[in-house]
């Protein structure tokens, strides 16, 4: 399983990539490339080139909004839980990817874009999320498939984001691999639960997982010849480990997963290779990937539907909580005259 145990190789992201020409001030620019190739952590406070906050500030918030928007699927089957014990475990879950969204926002804030700013942007079609929240969950067995093999690859792209160079974003993730752990965890437990029931419930696992798995190695991005923001991410250490080495480490992860769970992964071509050390496998459709990211995905519409109808919904709590503060403040300024 995912631990947060699994390293990150030493020299992997900014130490094999040379700086990239730049037109900031040298001096400065020379300072934080040292600070960059000696691994050290850019804090808010400290300079930074303008393109790394722009970079930052593009993929922290895409981040927080795949959380935010993330927590739509599961959430449509809080109400339709089987037992008890599962109802628990999914309202916990769906709470945990709310919880990643704020830290997120708080943490792109850092870099000086305020949450509305950035909530705005996903409101109005600007911002991307992670293209895997765009299909539906249909089963039960959707929401253990979710927890397997989403949470399972989020947690492949995160843990070497607990190193990134910026340092609110790799504390915040520190915390969130904690819990996605646990939420792939839930996930797998409850599929292995559906095996070992009827045929019906494995037939059910089986569907699920021949709908996600193709969506799952596509959420690690495009293939790195075709990653525009590969390199410059490398470079910088905020990404480590590059969108097909990720995937691939998914794949061979998950492969005996399948095997101990008792499903078939819809690959006709999957099979280990000897020589690489890594299984193979087969194409991915990248068009639909971007037929999706481009807004044109089955459930593109609907999701951002609900998060402008929840925002909307909730302007008398953020009403409220403000007239608070701000009654708060009149009071403490009172005692204090
Ligand atoms: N979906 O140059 P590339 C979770 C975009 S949360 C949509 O490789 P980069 C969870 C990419 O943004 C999961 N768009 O970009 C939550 C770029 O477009 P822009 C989210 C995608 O940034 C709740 C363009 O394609 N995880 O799992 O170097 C419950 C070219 O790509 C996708 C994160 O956000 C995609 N799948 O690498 C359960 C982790 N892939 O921005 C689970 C942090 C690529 O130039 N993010 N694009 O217009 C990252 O690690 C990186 O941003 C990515 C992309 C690997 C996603």
Not at 12 to 30: F, I
Not at 74 to 88: D, H, Q, T, V
Not at 212 to 231: E, I, Q, R, T
Not at 319 to 337: G, N, Y
């Amino acid at each position: 399983m995912y631990t947060q145990s699994m390293s990150v190789p030493d020299e992997a992201g900014s130490r094999t990539v040379q700086p990239l020409p730049s037109t900031e001030p040298a001096d400065r620019m020379a300072r934080f490339d040292a600070c960059i190739d000696a691994d050290g952590r850019i804090e808010p406070q400290d300079w930074m080139p303008e393109a790394y906050r722009k970079t930052l500030v593009r993929q922290i918030s895409q981040h927080a909004h795949s959380e935010i928007v993330g927590m739509l699927p599961e959430g449509n089957w809080i109400s339709r839980a089987p037992s008890l014990k599962r109802k628990a475990i999914l309202i916990a879950k769906v709470q945990d990817e709310g919880g990643h969204g704020l830290y997120l926002y708080s943490a792109a804030e850092t870099l000086g874009t305020s949450r509305d700013q950035m909530v705005q942007a996903l409101h109005e079609g600007k911002a991307k999320y992670s293209s895997i929240f765009n299909y539906p969950t249909l089963t039960w067995a959707d929401v253990g498939v979710v927890g397997w093999l989403v949470d399972g690859a989020a947690i492949m792209n995160q843990i070497p984001l607990c190193r990134c160079s910026y340092g609110p974003y790799a504390r915040a993730m520190v915390r969130v691999c904690k819990e996605e752990s646990f939420h792939q965890r839930q996930g797998y437990e409850s599929l292995l639960v559906m095996m070992r029931g009827t045929q019906a419930q494995r037939d059910m696992v089986q569907d699920a997982v021949n709908r996600w798995w193709w969506k799952c190695l596509a959420m690690f991005g495009p293939p790195d010849a075709d990653s525009p923001n590969s390199v410059q991410g490398m470079r910088w250490g905020i990404k480590r480990v590059s969108n097909d080495e990720l995937r691939q480490q998914f794949v061979d992860a998950t492969v005996p997963q399948a095997k101990v769970l008792g499903v078939t992964l819809p690959d006709p071509l999957l099979k280990w290779n000897e020589e690489r050390g890594h299984h193979d496998y087969g194409p991915i459709d990248w068009d639909e990937f971007w037929h999706t990211v481009n807004g044109n995905g089955p459930c593109n519409k609907e999701r951002l539907a609900t998060r402008v109808k929840a925002h909307e919904d909730g302007a008398w709590v953020r009403q409220a909580a403000l007239a608070h503060a701000r009654k708060q403040e009149q009071r403490r300024m009172k005692e204090a005259a």
